[in-house]
């Protein structure tokens, strides 16, 4: 379907918000974008007296879903952890994207084996999960996306990640069920 030099290339089929790094997120039907990304993802960093704490050497962490309290989510990593630890405002570094994309398709390529180093097939962590229409979503890196009211500036694949990254280019709500288009 073409419309003004656009093709539907899918639509949103999942939406994910993660308000604290390395614990799991909540899903949800509608979601604000702003130019830092989805409205509450990824807004607190779980720290101790060490510095920051990543499920990777926590594996704990990634089964407390978090509410985006920080206290309530302070007190449930704390208890999951077995230790104390407080959550500090995320500090967005230069050059991060703010919004990660991933299509069912690499989802279930990633079931079948082809999973990058340090990435899990089972939890891609992604924002927005895609059903996509035949095409890698990897290809899409250097393209503009437009999806729901948000447009999206495809800008790199992930080195640790399945999907792709975007910056947004135009704040917005996306819903499940919005189509993506290119």
Known sequence: M????????GRVREIWVYPVRSLAGSSAATVEVTPQGLA???????????????A???????DVVATGDPEVDALAV???????????????????APV???SRGAIERAAAGEVPEGCSADDPRA???????????????GRVLHVGGVVLEVTRTPKHCLGVYADVRHAGRISVGDDVLI
Do not use: I
């Not at 960093?45 to 510095?51: E, L, R, S, W």
């Not at 990777?56 to 990634?62: G, N, Q």
């Not at 704390?78 to 991060?96: D, I, Y």
């Not at 895609?130 to 890196?141: C, K």
């Open 127 to 141: 924002n927005l999960v895609l059903e996509v229409q035949g095409e890698d979503e990897r290809a899409w890196v």
């Open 100 to 102: 990660h994309l991933v």
């Open 40 to 54: 509450g993802d990824r807004a607190w960093t779980v720290v101790d007296g060490n510095g920051p704490v990543r």
């Open 2 to 9: 073409e419309q003004q030099g656009t093709a539907v290339v």
């Open 56 to 62: 990777k050497d926590a594996p704990a962490m990634s």
């Open 78 to 96: 704390s208890a999951a952890l077995g230790r104390p630890v407080t959550l500090a405002a995320t500090v967005q570094k230069e050059g991060v």
